[in-house]
């Protein structure tokens, strides 16, 4: 009977270690601000990482809603001074075209509202062909303009060309940081003043650049949530995946981190 007891307390502790319920939920105070990337089926390679499949995307937003969370874009949730109680932003880095076929349908299902991080010169994301051979096709410009026709979506920069900016020298951060606003309010006729940082790569003399460009806000991929007094320019999210279940997501959404 004692080997039952204590295989079963190994059982215990390994569910304990690979999912964290016993962790203190955060406080609904603070705002949840998620990071998506595509809204797909899975292919069978490294990407499917970053792939949520849509329903699980309806599963995840339609939980959010009955349990009475608001979304906002990034912008504004940055403007708040005091936070709303339950107050949450949905954001896409990259901008993929499955954004609007896929995903753009359940957030007006559900009036939620998202920021989705533009790369504007690129048809493709090839900068992701080590990771997959099912290289997807980014938003194009009559799609963003019938997302942001909706009213529900805010559209920011992700640079040009999807660069590591710390590797990158002041004259191309300043480059890419400049073009890229330009180029997003040429093809949706509306100022850009929000920024992801690509890979979530930044140090302080981006983040001064990004202020110089006429940037108002900037998200990071550093995991955490949004409180009233922070840094604007370093916002931090939390990532939701597509090789993770709903339990991992709801231990996100309310201890913010799934695992040790």
């Known amino acids: ?21 016993w962790r ?9 601000v998620l990071m998506y990337h595509s809204i797909n089926t899975h292919k069978g390679d490294k990407f499917d990482k970053w792939r949520v499949k849509p329903d699980e995307f309806e599963k995840q937003v339609a939980w959010m ?41 359940i957030l007006k299902k559900y009036n939620f509202k998202a ?6 010169n690129q048809k493709t994301n090839h900068w992701e062909h080590k ?14 303009l019938a997302m942001q026709k909706s009213g529900l979506i805010e559209f920011g ?6 660069l590591n900016l710390e590797r990158a020298s002041i004259e191309v951060v300043k480059d890419e940081l400049v073009r890229s606003k330009q180029a997003i309010k040429s093809i949706t006729g509306e100022e850009c003043t929000t ?23 900037a998200v990071i991929v550093k995991r955490g949530v949004y409180k009233n007094g922070d840094d604007k320019f370093q ?11 709903f339990f991992d997501f709801w231990l996100k959404f309310n201890k913010i981190r799934n695992k040790l």
């Not at 920021?115 to 504007?120: A, H, K």
């Open 24 to 32: 203190k939920s955060e406080s609904f105070k603070h705002a949840r």
């Open 131 to 144: 990771n997959t051979k099912h290289i997807s096709n980014m938003l194009n410009q009559e799609q963003i």
């Open 65 to 105: 809603a009955k349990n009475g969370f608001t979304s906002y874009t990034i912008s504004e949730l940055t403007k708040f001074e005091i936070l709303p109680l339950k107050s949450i932003a949905i954001t896409f880095d990259d901008g993929y075209g499955d954004n609007f076929t896929n995903a753009f349908e």
């Open 195 to 217: 920024f992801a940082y690509p890979y979530g790569k930044y140090n302080d003399d981006i983040v001064r650049l990004a202020k110089d460009a006429g940037y108002e806000n």
């Open 157 to 162: 920069s992700h640079t040009m060309s999807h």
């Open 235 to 245: 916002i931090k999210r939390i990532g939701v995946l597509g090789r993770e279940s």
């Open 1 to 21: 009977m004692i080997w039952a007891y204590f295989f079963i307390a190994i059982i215990i502790t390994a569910i304990s270690l690979r999912y964290n319920w």
């Open 115 to 120: 920021t989705i991080y533009l790369v504007p």
